[in-house]
């Protein structure tokens, strides 16, 4: 997955079909035409020396 960062907007671009798919998945997990968007909120802390993963919650 590739991750760009340009000021406060992220964009995330899947390069496979697992990636794609994934993506698609949290895309309709975090928003909601009809109610409210959520939110991701770290986790813990992201370390690549420690762990090369970082964790998010979603809340609403």
Partial sequence: MQIN????????IPENEN???QLERLWNLIVDC????????PVGE????KSN?????IEQ
């Fill in 5 to 12: 960062i340009e000021k406060n907007l992220v964009t995330m």
């Fill in 19 to 21: 990636e794609t798919a």
């Fill in 34 to 41: 009809v109610k409210f968007n959520k939110k991701l909120v």
């Fill in 46 to 49: 992201y370390v690549p020396v």
């Fill in 53 to 57: 993963q970082a964790r998010f919650a």
